[in-house]
């Protein structure tokens, strides 16, 4: 098999680059973390020329840190598509107040090397236009090391673009809406199970809440109508060249209503045909 394929993994600093380029090493792939912006190019002729089974799949990690990274960022992309060298950006994010305080417990400088909270606020002005480059955005605020690595495992599922890979998020609007979100949806038009004693202590995955939600008179028609958005709008995605669509989910505390539609949408959209998973990010709360 002759296949070359590089990631690139970026992100704001605390977000969990090293990790994730630590997950990429354990799945077998061959690692180079901040190689400078002006070698990218022979790097790339190197990895297409290697005779090296082990070079046929690399992750590069380029931050902040590399000189000349930000703004030459999108010719360096143009650059590798030219070499017809298959490549794909992995944008590792986080809230503001998780990075302080991760900065804070490990007691590292932020490389930008001013006040933590000012730098964090300017370097993700300054990643902008990478972010936006990037085929798949993690949010690792709440993510364990385990839920990090099955998340990047499934961006390495990929390997053509009409293999979408879709996310089906819950949330509680309480706890903020998901940064990584490609839609957002409110379910809190449904009555809430949370204000029924025998429901309150219990998820949208147990079979008691399901049926106090499928009994409101509004819940299958919406169920109905927004699988029948939500599919017909996947080919246009996946003509447009999305590789990975997340759809966030939203209630008031993210444990009854949102967890309930979210497992419904994955199941329906499994039985269309499309690798589709789910996360209840707060139903633990």
Not at 64 to 87: H, P, Q, T, Y
Not at 231 to 237: F, I, Q, R, T, V
Request: proline share 4%; aromatic share 10%.
């Amino acid at each position: 098999m002759n296949e070359r394929r590089l990631f690139i993994i970026s992100g704001l600093s605390g977000a969990g680059k090293s990790q994730a380029l630590k997950i990429f090493e354990d799945l077998g792939y061959f690692c180079v973390d901040n190689l400078p912006v002006a070698l990218i190019g022979s790097f790339a002729d190197w990895i297409l020329s290697s005779q090296d089974a082990h070079h046929r799949r690399v992750a590069l990690g380029l931050d902040i840190r590399g000189r000349g990274f930000m703004k030459n960022f999108a010719s360096v992309l143009d650059d590798l598509g030219r070499r017809e060298l298959e490549c794909r950006v992995l944008f590792l994010d986080s809230s503001d107040a998780v990075l302080v305080q991760r900065f804070s417990e490990t007691r590292h400088r932020h490389p930008l090397g001013k006040n933590t909270v000012a730098a964090i606020r300017e370097e993700r002005k300054l990643l902008t236009n990478v972010k936006a480059r990037a085929a798949k955005v993690i949010d690792t605020s709440g993510l364990t090391l385990g839920e990090l690595k099955e998340k990047v495992s499934i961006a390495l599922e990929l390997k053509q673009t009409s293999e979408m890979q879709l996310s089906v998020v819950s949330f509680g609007y309480k706890h903020g809406i998901p940064i990584d979100a490609d839609l957002v949806w409110d379910v809190r038009f449904l009555p809430n199970p949370y204000y029924k004693a025998p429901l309150k202590k219990k998820t949208g995955l147990d079979a008691p809440v399901a049926a106090y939600i499928l009994k409101q008179p509004q819940a299958t028609p919406f169920l109905n109508r927004f699988f029948e958005m939500v599919s017909s709008l996947l080919p246009d995605y996946i003509r447009e060249g999305k590789s990975y669509l997340t759809i966030a989910i939203g209630c008031t505390g993210g444990r009854h209503r949102s967890v309930f539609v979210a497992h419904w949408l994955k199941g329906a959209l499994r039985d269309a045909g499309y690798a589709a998973r789910e996360y209840h990010r707060d139903i633990a709360r």
